[in-house]
């Protein structure tokens, strides 16, 4: 496609519930990022994948949030037992090569809220 | 901590005047900062960016300064105009590194 793309664009959880969100990078696209970004707030880094390796997973905030990328193309991001402080944007961005210097192109994300 | 700030949550300025955003950075190491615009409902969209290597870079009617002893940058858009109404961020990164930190963003209003 020509941009990212992301799925859904709106989503109402329960508390509790389990939730996935789809990114779908620009093809081609070697480095795949997710980003959290809260009300009021800027983009905080969750995860990188390069291909379909997770080389960095460090800004997942627990064990509740996992993240895959398994034919180094699409990736989902997947919380469990979803939590109000969960609530924000969930956005997913790519690029070209390892992401050195690169600029990131980001989807339109994702709104979470969690009831 | 927040390693990249913009101090400034909101500006106002009226059309064709200059709009000046500014960002501090508390990390010395650095050395690749980028602006990104965003609209409402939409993704981050980037804007212009600067090495360390450099102290100014110009794209149209946009500027981006460096200034790294007081770990300082600052964008001007000169003439602004309604249409730049929007969320910018600034970001940074450690060249060899993949992750950007972002500042909390300010919203720019240009007033017609």
């Known amino acids: 496609g020509a941009g990212v793309s992301q799925s859904p664009r709106y989503k109402v959880a329960k508390r509790g519930q389990d939730v996935a969100l789809r990114c779908d990078p620009i093809s081609g696209h070697v480095s795949l990022f997710w980003y959290q970004q809260a009300l009021g707030q800027g983009p905080e880094f969750l995860t990188y994948?390069?291909?379909?390796?997770?080389?960095?997973k460090s800004g997942l905030p627990s064990d509740r949030f996992f993240a895959e990328r398994p034919e180094g193309s699409v990736s989902t991001l997947k919380i469990q037992r979803t939590q109000q402080e969960d609530s924000a944007v969930y956005l997913c961005?790519?690029?070209?090569?390892?992401?050195?210097?690169?600029?990131?192109?980001f989807g339109s994300g994702t709104q979470l809220s969690v009831l | 901590d927040q390693q990249v700030k913009q101090n400034s949550p909101s500006l106002s300025v009226q059309e064709g005047r200059i709009s000046i955003l500014n960002c501090d950075y508390t990390n010395s190491m650095f050395d690749y900062f980028l602006w990104y615009k965003k609209y409402p409902a939409e993704g981050p969209t980037f804007l212009i960016s600067?090495?360390?290597?450099?102290d100014k870079n110009e794209d149209g009617r946009f500027t981006v300064f460096l200034n790294k002893s007081a770990k300082h940058l600052s964008l001007h858009i000169v003439p602004s105009q309604p249409g730049d109404s929007a969320v910018y961020f600034c970001a940074a990164s450690v060249t060899g590194t993949y992750k950007y930190i972002f500042g909390t963003g300010t919203r720019l209003k240009v007033l017609a």
């Open positions: 600067i090495s360390s290597i450099k």
């Open positions: 994948f390069q291909n379909e390796a997770q080389l960095d």
């Open positions: 961005a790519s690029s070209l090569d390892r992401a050195t210097n690169e600029k990131l192109f």
